[in-house]
Antibody
């Protein structure tokens, strides 16, 4: 049983950066495809990006176009911890950020295991 | 980008009633569609993948159907724990992976 434990809530000023972590237990991060999804409180879900083992020669992280240039996803396999860093924060980035393990189907991913979510508040 | 439109926005039903939730895609997604349930303060929970396959541990009262652009999640007889928000998600043509706006199932 995979468990994903995320870091705690963050409050940031506009223009700052935030880094959210996601610790994996019950499996090795290197065996998983970690993705990130966010949700503005009371609203829908928005995919940010994630690792695709079938992209390129050894797999690559694929990002949603709208976040290109200010979103970075990294993995520390020595601690089985994934990180999501979003820079140049705006008030519209206020949301709950989830990590989720992508299950690779025929053409893409759906998500079986989720972290508990991390609320990021952007406010001056 | 494939847009998923869910309807209705809110469904008001009583315990034991049948719920039918719709998800319509802006272009064909084949059978590459999943359904999730989300309760307040919780992460989404995968119910159905590949349009009609129940995820492990999901009760048989949840049934997914449809293909290409029209999909339905049916809950045959509502239990108290089924009152929640439901989202559909496609991974047929990505990036980006996209989600529908959600349907809230509330107690009438």
């Amino acid at each position: 049983q995979v468990q994903l434990i995320q870091s705690g809530a963050e409050v940031k000023k506009p223009g700052a950066s935030v880094k959210v972590s996601c610790k994996v237990s019950g499996d090795s991060l290197s065996q998983l495809s970690m993705h990130w999804v966010r949700q503005v409180p009371g609203k829908g879900l928005e995919w940010l990006g994630g690792f695709d083992p079938e992209h390129g020669n050894d797999g690559e992280t694929v990002y949603a176009q709208k976040f290109q240039g200010r979103l970075t996803m990294t993995e520390d396999t020595s601690t089985d911890t994934a990180h999501m860093e979003l820079s140049s924060l705006k008030s519209e980035d206020t949301a709950v950020y989830y990590c989720a393990t992508g299950v690779l189907r025929y053409s893409g991913f759906d998500y079986h295991d989720w972290g508990q979510g991390t609320l990021v508040t952007v406010s001056s | 980008e494939i847009v998923l439109t869910q309807s209705p926005g809110t469904l008001s039903l009583s315990l034991g009633e049948r719920a039918s939730l719709s998800c319509r895609a802006s272009q064909s997604v084949g059978s590459d569609l999943a359904w999730y349930q989300q309760k307040p303060g919780q992460a989404p929970r995968l119910l159905i993948y590949d349009a009609s396959i129940r995820a492990p541990g999901i009760p048989a009262r949840f049934r997914g159907s449809g293909s290409r652009t029209d999909f339905t999640l049916t809950i045959s007889s509502l239990e108290p724990e089924d009152f929640a928000v439901y989202f559909c998600q496609q991974h047929h043509n990505w990036p980006p992976i996209t989600f529908g706006g959600g349907t809230r199932v509330e107690i009438k």
